[in-house]
């Protein structure tokens, strides 16, 4: 493991945004300032870190592992389809179930 991985820094948020002032309280999600909780979903759910690592978490749940090398263009298209299919839980099991990785033919 990288030195300083997995440990806490309160010297961190200085190094990492130039101005930093501990006395000021700002949210910064993906490099976009937010302003509140419904900010921080906005900007999630416009990220597409947001829903490969949603989209990861189920398939690693389902199969017990993630995606292996010749699954990646399953996986890329299961998460691409959340937005399109409402962001529904259900059907991204039922378009994983439908995978090669799973066992579908």
Do not use: C
């Amino acid at each position: 493991m990288p030195a300083g991985t997995g440990l806490y820094s309160e010297s961190r948020p200085a190094n990492e945004m130039p101005d930093w002032d501990p006395e000021v309280h700002r949210s910064v999600l993906f490099g976009e300032p937010v302003d509140d909780l419904l900010g921080w979903a906005a900007v999630a759910v416009e990220s597409d870190a947001f829903k490969r690592n949603l989209a990861q978490m189920l398939f690693e749940h389902a199969l017990g592992r993630g995606p292996g090398p010749g699954e990646h263009e399953e996986f890329d298209l299961l998460w691409q389809s959340l937005a399109t299919d409402g962001w529904s839980a259900n059907a991204l099991i039922h378009r994983l179930v439908d995978t090669e990785a799973f066992g579908a033919p």
